[in-house]
Structures are given as structure tokens and as C-alpha cells.
């Protein structure tokens, strides 16, 4: 069986292992457990500061998520496009680095 690469030109997908696929879901659905804690904490009117605490641990854990999602796409997807000579991956990549700002 042919070993599927990291992107895929049609459609642009990214091929993930089930190990990888269960850790991503699993932080996802952390967040979302975060999320929803906070929208219950609105409903209840607590206090702004402790709803702000949690809104920077929301953000901490995107964060710790999309590290190395962010790593893997560069050294897997990012380095196949440019080892084809495919120089537009760059313009992806600096239009995603601008979103992180």
C-alpha cells in the first residue's frame, strides 16, 4: 500500500495518523469544555477578572495546540512544496504566520 504524504494537492489534506488524529480531538475537546465553562460563568455574571483568567487559559491552550501542528506542517508540507520548487507555499506561509499576530 503507497504511504500517503503529509498535504495532498487535491483538495489540499493533511493525512494524519489515528494516534495523532485521537490527541488533536482530545485537546479540541478540552477547549471546547473550556469554552463552554466560560460561557456558563457569563450566564451566572461572574466576575470579569475570573472570566478573563479563563479566556488566557483558552488562548494558552490553542496555543499549545497549534505549535505543533504548525511545526509538523512546516517540516512536512512546507519542505515537500519547496523541495518540488513550489515557491508559493512561502506566500501560504507568511499569510498564516500574519494570522498569528
Known sequence: MKEKTCCSEERKKTYREEDEKKKICNRLNRIEGQVKG?????????????????????QNSIQSLSNPILERHLYTCV?????????????????LFKRFH
Open 79 to 95: 519542505s515537500d512544496h519547496l523541495a518540488q520548487g513550489d515557491l508559493t507555499v512561502l506566500d501560504e506561509v507568511t499569510s
Open 38 to 58: 466560560i460561557k456558563k460563568m457569563v450566564e451566572e455574571d461572574r466576575y470579569c477578572n475570573d472570566i478573563l483568567m479563563q479566556l488566557s487559559a483558552i
